[in-house]
Nanobody, 129 residues
Protein backbone atom coordinates (compact mmCIF):
# COMPACT_ATOMS: atom_id res chain seq x y z
CA UNK A 1 0.00 0.00 0.00
CA UNK A 2 1.40 3.36 -1.01
CA UNK A 3 0.16 6.72 0.13
CA UNK A 4 1.02 9.89 -1.73
CA UNK A 5 1.30 13.16 0.14
CA UNK A 6 1.49 16.42 -1.77
CA UNK A 7 0.88 20.13 -1.45
CA UNK A 8 3.89 21.27 0.49
CA UNK A 9 5.90 24.33 -0.35
CA UNK A 10 7.36 27.61 0.84
CA UNK A 11 4.93 30.02 2.48
CA UNK A 12 5.30 33.17 4.51
CA UNK A 13 4.25 33.29 8.17
CA UNK A 14 0.50 33.74 8.39
CA UNK A 15 -0.03 32.02 5.07
CA UNK A 16 -1.92 28.87 4.15
CA UNK A 17 -1.32 25.57 2.45
CA UNK A 18 -3.48 22.54 1.77
CA UNK A 19 -1.91 19.12 1.86
CA UNK A 20 -3.45 16.11 0.14
CA UNK A 21 -3.07 12.40 0.84
CA UNK A 22 -4.23 9.89 -1.72
CA UNK A 23 -3.96 6.11 -1.90
CA UNK A 24 -4.15 5.12 -5.57
CA UNK A 25 -4.37 1.38 -4.97
CA UNK A 26 -6.02 1.24 -1.55
CA UNK A 27 -9.44 2.19 -0.29
CA UNK A 28 -9.43 3.90 3.08
CA UNK A 29 -12.73 2.27 3.99
CA UNK A 30 -13.18 2.60 7.76
CA UNK A 31 -9.49 3.25 8.44
CA UNK A 32 -8.03 6.20 10.28
CA UNK A 33 -5.84 8.53 8.26
CA UNK A 34 -3.31 10.64 10.08
CA UNK A 35 -1.00 13.52 9.36
CA UNK A 36 2.37 13.62 11.04
CA UNK A 37 5.35 15.92 10.81
CA UNK A 38 9.03 15.81 11.49
CA UNK A 39 11.07 18.94 11.90
CA UNK A 40 14.87 18.89 11.53
CA UNK A 41 16.46 17.32 14.57
CA UNK A 42 13.13 16.41 16.13
CA UNK A 43 11.04 13.30 16.44
CA UNK A 44 8.08 12.68 14.23
CA UNK A 45 4.84 13.75 15.89
CA UNK A 46 1.14 13.35 15.29
CA UNK A 47 -0.57 16.48 13.98
CA UNK A 48 -4.10 15.40 13.14
CA UNK A 49 -6.12 12.37 12.20
CA UNK A 50 -9.57 11.52 10.93
CA UNK A 51 -11.74 8.46 10.97
CA UNK A 52 -12.93 7.61 7.47
CA UNK A 53 -15.79 5.78 9.21
CA UNK A 54 -17.41 8.47 11.34
CA UNK A 55 -15.28 11.53 10.52
CA UNK A 56 -14.22 12.07 14.12
CA UNK A 57 -11.00 14.02 14.33
CA UNK A 58 -7.98 14.70 16.50
CA UNK A 59 -5.68 17.72 16.55
CA UNK A 60 -2.47 18.28 18.41
CA UNK A 61 -2.68 21.27 20.74
CA UNK A 62 -0.06 23.10 18.67
CA UNK A 63 -2.33 23.20 15.59
CA UNK A 64 -5.83 23.43 17.08
CA UNK A 65 -7.81 26.28 15.56
CA UNK A 66 -5.36 26.63 12.66
CA UNK A 67 -5.40 23.27 10.89
CA UNK A 68 -8.43 21.40 9.59
CA UNK A 69 -8.47 17.79 8.45
CA UNK A 70 -11.13 16.56 6.06
CA UNK A 71 -11.75 13.76 3.64
CA UNK A 72 -13.38 13.31 0.25
CA UNK A 73 -14.62 9.75 0.32
CA UNK A 74 -15.40 9.37 -3.42
CA UNK A 75 -11.91 10.65 -4.23
CA UNK A 76 -10.34 8.52 -1.48
CA UNK A 77 -8.39 11.61 -0.47
CA UNK A 78 -7.68 13.26 2.88
CA UNK A 79 -6.74 16.92 3.18
CA UNK A 80 -4.98 19.01 5.78
CA UNK A 81 -5.83 22.68 5.47
CA UNK A 82 -3.18 24.67 7.28
CA UNK A 83 -3.88 28.33 8.05
CA UNK A 84 -2.01 30.95 10.04
CA UNK A 85 1.20 29.07 9.50
CA UNK A 86 4.13 29.74 11.80
CA UNK A 87 7.85 29.15 11.34
CA UNK A 88 7.61 26.34 13.89
CA UNK A 89 5.27 24.48 11.52
CA UNK A 90 8.22 23.94 9.20
CA UNK A 91 8.65 20.19 8.76
CA UNK A 92 8.24 17.27 6.43
CA UNK A 93 4.60 16.23 6.61
CA UNK A 94 3.61 12.60 6.21
CA UNK A 95 0.26 10.89 5.92
CA UNK A 96 -0.36 7.40 7.19
CA UNK A 97 -3.21 5.01 7.71
CA UNK A 98 -4.18 2.29 10.15
CA UNK A 99 -7.25 0.14 10.72
CA UNK A 100 -10.14 1.48 12.72
CA UNK A 101 -9.85 1.36 16.51
CA UNK A 102 -12.18 2.24 19.37
CA UNK A 103 -12.78 5.98 19.59
CA UNK A 104 -11.73 6.22 23.23
CA UNK A 105 -8.15 5.54 22.10
CA UNK A 106 -8.21 8.17 19.36
CA UNK A 107 -6.19 10.92 21.06
CA UNK A 108 -3.51 8.51 22.23
CA UNK A 109 -3.21 6.64 18.93
CA UNK A 110 -3.31 9.73 16.73
CA UNK A 111 -0.57 11.46 18.73
CA UNK A 112 1.75 8.49 18.42
CA UNK A 113 3.77 7.29 15.45
CA UNK A 114 3.65 3.63 16.51
CA UNK A 115 0.90 1.49 15.05
CA UNK A 116 0.42 3.22 11.72
CA UNK A 117 0.79 0.57 9.05
CA UNK A 118 1.28 2.46 5.82
CA UNK A 119 3.05 5.76 5.18
CA UNK A 120 3.42 8.24 2.38
CA UNK A 121 6.74 9.70 1.25
CA UNK A 122 6.36 13.10 2.90
CA UNK A 123 5.98 16.61 1.61
CA UNK A 124 8.10 19.54 2.82
CA UNK A 125 6.44 22.59 4.32
CA UNK A 126 8.67 25.59 4.90
CA UNK A 127 7.29 28.65 6.67
CA UNK A 128 9.69 31.53 6.31
CA UNK A 129 9.78 35.16 5.34
Amino acid sequence: VQLQASGGGLVQPGGSLRLSCVAPSFTFGSHYIGWFRQAPGKQREGVSCISNFDITTYYADSVKGRFTISRDKPKNTVYLQMNSLKPEDTAVYYCATRPRFISSLRDRYCAAVIGWNYWGQGTLVTVSS
